[in-house]
């Protein structure tokens, strides 16, 4: 079992940067791919970014030049986005998928940018 906490969520302005934060534990040394969804209102949630315990990352088309996640240790990553758009408004969650395969979820931290 994994358990995810998210932190970093809050409100601001078009053009300003936020930095995100997931905490894990439990049987962290099984998490293989970190990840960062986000849901906005009135849609699906999308993947945002993920990065492999190898180090790989991948993003979005609409994040690539603005956001980055990175893994300073096993048990926290982080998603740093800068040049925020009102478009990038949504509840952010982190997510661990494990070996053996486990698929767990933080509950979300919310990101409001006002334009």
């Known amino acids: 079992q994994v358990q995810l906490v998210e932190s970093g969520g809050g409100l601001v302005q078009a053009g300003g940067s936020l930095r995100l934060s997931c905490a894990a534990s439990?049987?962290?040394?099984?998490?293989?791919?970190m990840g960062w969804y986000r849901q906005a209102p009135g849609k699906q949630r999308e993947l945002v970014a993920t990065?492999?315990?190898?180090?790989?990352t991948s993003y979005v088309d609409s994040v690539k030049t603005r956001f980055t996640v990175s893994r300073p240790d096993f048990d926290s990553w982080h998603l740093q986005m800068n040049s925020l758009k009102p478009e990038d408004t949504a509840v952010y969650y982190c997510?661990?998928?494990?070996?053996?395969?486990?698929?767990?979820w933080g509950k979300g931290t919310l990101v409001t940018v006002s334009s």
């Open positions: 439990g049987n962290i040394f099984s998490i293989n791919v």
């Open positions: 997510n661990a998928q494990t070996r053996p395969p486990g698929d767990y």
């Open positions: 990065i492999t315990r190898g180090g790989s």
